[in-house]
């Protein structure tokens, strides 16, 4: 097993086009971590940068404390599965996921074991005779995933490994992947622009914008802890709901409507500088509970344009009336759909209001 360092790790392509800039962030020993981010912020440099397939213009990438800048990827003992499976055309699955282990002298009896075990969790038993040719692209990528695994390295780098898959396989293919991971006690570097998928695999998430790290932690610190609205808007599904709003005092903060103003109370206090601030107020749409009549805790009616159900919950949308008429997300249990067109009230409780400065971005300290 491997601690992987990245100490102000940089990457600048030719034309001064920065892939990646000053990334730090460690992963321990044994642990799984997610990085997440938009197409094209720098993820999938950062992790060829790691596995040794692209050189680091600044910086320095450590495994347990050694520099290893300038080793390759077998010197680094890594395994790699990538979106572009790359599996050997001529060779069977079955030849193709033995590969490695063949690579490494390893007895024919145990190459069989070790072939037919991890077939067995990825579900390639009935296609271990066929060429690369004649599977599918969910099905390609599955054995591109049980090469990169069965050769048990020090470090396993998982670049987009599911996306080609349907969502029901992908939903499958996570949970053998943290099993895996967990059986084989390996460090683990996820790549994924699906937030939900590293919410659900990960132990902890380096969030990625722009070849820059936003936030780096836990999924409880990056969900209750979003370092910028970024990170807020990006780590949630459905997304964090924004709208416009005003500091009033320290404890309170409002928002026009067409009636004149609705005030919420939220957790803490800000300082006394922010009062009279124009604000971004976030509420996620998990948080927030609706009801049929107006209450003091939710003064800001809304009608429901759409319902999208999810089997045991809905996502609704609402419109508020609020000055700027913005639709928000909320998720209702399933046998509290409601219906199109009904009057609702939300209810934002003091202790689900997210504050962010509208200039700098950043969230509003509260004490």
């Not at 730090?24 to 992790?47: H, M, N, Q, R």
Request: neutral net charge.
């Amino acid at each position: 097993m491997s601690k992987v360092t990245l100490n102000r790790v940089w990457k600048i392509y030719e034309g001064n086009v920065v892939a990646v800039k000053e990334a730090t962030f460690t992963c321990e020993d044994g642990e799984f971590l997610a990085i997440v981010g938009p197409s094209g912020c720098g993820k999938s440099s950062l992790l060829r940068m790691i596995a040794g397939l692209e050189a680091i213009t600044r910086g320095e990438i450590l495994f347990n404390g050694q520099v290893v800048n300038n080793l390759g990827p077998q010197e680094r003992n890594i395994a790699l599965a990538f979106e572009s499976y790359a599996l050997y055309p001529l060779l069977s699955v079955y030849e193709n996921i033995a590969f490695p282990l063949r690579a490494q002298g390893l007895r024919k009896s145990e190459v069989d074991k070790k072939v037919r075990s991890i077939a067995e969790t990825l579900d390639l038993t009935s296609i271990l005779k066929r060429k690369p040719s004649a599977l599918s692209g969910g099905h390609a990528q599955r054995v591109s995933l049980a090469r990169a695994l069965i050769r048990e390295p020090n470090v396993t780098l998982l670049d987009e490994p599911i996306s080609h898959m349907d969502q029901r396989v992908r939903l499958e293919m996570r949970a053998r992947i943290r099993r895996l991971h967990d059986e084989f006690k390996t460090t683990t570097i996820y790549v994924t622009h699906d937030q939900g998928e590293a919410v659900a695999l990960c132990d902890r998430l380096v969030v990625l914008n722009l070849a820059e790290i936003q936030q780096y932690g836990t999924v409880d610190e990056i969900w209750n802890h979003p370092a910028n609205r970024f990170v807020a808007n990006f780590v949630g599904e459905p997304q964090i709901n924004f709208f416009d709003g005003k500091v009033e005092t320290p404890h309170d903060v409002s928002v026009p409507t067409k009636k004149g103003k609705a005030t919420f109370k939220f957790t803490g206090k800000v300082d006394q500088k922010y009062v009279g601030s124009e604000v971004a107020i976030g509420v996620r749409p998990q948080q927030i509970e609706l009801s049929p009549s107006k209450e003091e805790k939710a003064p800001i009616p809304g009608s429901v344009e759409l319902i999208e159900f999810q089997g045991d919950s809905a996502i609704l949308t609402v419109k508020l009336e609020n000055l700027d008429n913005t639709e928000i997300k909320v998720v209702v249990p399933g046998e509290r759909v409601g219906s199109v067109g009904e009057t609702v009230w939300p209810e934002f409780r003091p202790e689900i209001i997210y504050l962010f400065d509208k200039e700098t971005q950043l969230p509003i300290k509260r004490t």
